[in-house]
């Protein structure tokens, strides 16, 4: 017989490790994904279409007067809608969470399309869409199948060109208020429908990017109900979805960062986010930023300039989240030299991925960390456990900026 302070001790390490997270290493489903750079009608102003973004997000959505600009940049999933199915090329959307299409590809119809005849309206800040909500089976990878995924019909499109509309990953609470005459209803997501009709454990998306020197490339991967091992390095560390407004809207968590040994962040909330290009600090962190690394503005693109001297003398930028640094490396923190003049700038200028959000810190959304930073990590943004979490990959150290 066991003591009894033993089968104490046996009984609240079973409540642990059941009370544990469980990580899924196999995902069921994985979906290839290509980075585009739009420079159809020449070249762009990425940084004013990435703060057209960030202020819609930092103000909840609502995006007011905020310009629109053309969808230029982001990572590109192949989606099948429809039986048979008609494939849309999507935006793989963090920072939103309907899945619409017609902004290039017409929606369409065939047996499994069906009216709600609700209007959904959604607004991005670099864009927006209006139309009519459907439901109907959405294809993924190798033929699985998702049977009454709800799907916008867009009628009208603004800012989306060379895309066919947006797969929607993002919390579903970011769905209240789209469909026009239900504001409080929600809409289940691509990664919601995925498990309630079985086909997925858990509410899980893993994402892999890898950095690239080419305006289209597909060096991404898509996983929904786990991660691909073999996509990381190590470990994948955890951190909890803040509890801050409004990051906690988003995939939003607490994060400090370092530039070199010198703290320009302090623990703040921001978010996670793929439809965002760059990396934007709240004011403080970029001005102790540009004045650590001696760089100035560039007039051409808006984004910091530092010179072949300045860059050899970076340091890394390092990212405190839970008890885990992620580290930039300089070259990490640079644009790809060979797509400089595809956003204005010039060839052989140095330009840093760092940018202003525009308020100081405090704010409830002092950070950005879009895919300039996912290019160097692989993510995993767990929906049943309310946690976002990171791993090394064979690209965070890489030199191919």
Do not use: C
């Amino acid at each position: 017989m066991f003591p009894a302070a033993s089968l104490l001790t046996i009984l609240l390490l079973a409540l642990s490790i059941a009370a544990s997270p469980v990580e899924i290493r196999d995902s069921p489903i994985t979906l290839p994904i290509a980075r585009r750079l739009n420079v159809s009608g020449g070249t762009i102003n990425l940084l004013e279409y990435d703060k057209a973004r960030v202020a819609a997000l930092k103000d909840d959505r609502h995006i007011g007067s905020i310009a629109v600009t053309n969808e230029v940049t982001g990572y590109i999933a192949a989606v099948g809608v429809g039986s048979p199915a008609t494939t849309y090329n999507l935006i793989v959307d963090t920072g939103s969470s309907n899945t619409w299409v017609g902004a290039d590809t017409a929606y369409v119809k065939t047996s499994t399309s069906v009216n709600t005849g609700q209007p959904v309206d959604v607004g991005y800040g670099s864009g927006s869409f209006s139309g009519t909500e459907y439901t109907d089976t959405v294809t993924l990878g190798s033929g699985l199948t998702i049977t009454k995924q709800s799907i916008g019909d867009a009628s009208t499109t603004e800012g989306f060109s060379g895309v066919d509309g947006i797969l929607g990953i993002g919390p579903v609470g970011l769905t209240e208020g789209t469909l026009t005459n239900s504001p409080t209803v929600t809409i289940p997501t691509v990664t919601d429908n995925l498990y309630s009709e079985g086909t997925i454990p858990q509410k899980v998306v893993g994402i892999f990017f890898g950095p690239t020197t080419s305006q289209t490339i597909t060096n991404g991967e898509l996983s929904f109900g786990g991660t691909d091992a073999a996509k990381y390095t190590g470990d994948i560390g955890y951190t909890s979805i803040t509890t801050t407004n409004p990051a906690s809207t988003y995939w939003g968590i607490n994060e400090s960062i370092t530039y070199g040994s010198t703290t320009i962040l302090s623990s703040t909330a921001g978010i996670v986010d793929t439809g965002t290009t760059f990396l934007y600090v709240a004011t403080d962190a970029y001005n102790k930023y540009k004045s650590e690394t001696g760089a100035t503005v560039d007039g051409a693109t808006g984004l910091l300039l530092v010179s072949s001297t300045q860059y050899s003398a970076l340091k890394n930028l390092n990212f405190n989240i839970g008890s885990n640094t992620l580290s930039l490396t300089p070259n990490a923190q640079i644009w790809p030299r060979s797509l400089n003049t595809k956003i204005g700038g010039s060839s052989k200028a140095i330009y840093l991925i760092v940018a202003d959000i525009g308020t100081p810190s405090g704010s409830g959304f002092d950070f950005v960390n879009g895919y300039t930073f996912l290019e160097r990590f692989y993510s995993v943004f767990d929906t049943t456990n309310s946690r976002v979490g990171f791993a090394k990959t064979s690209y965070t150290d890489a030199t191919t900026n």
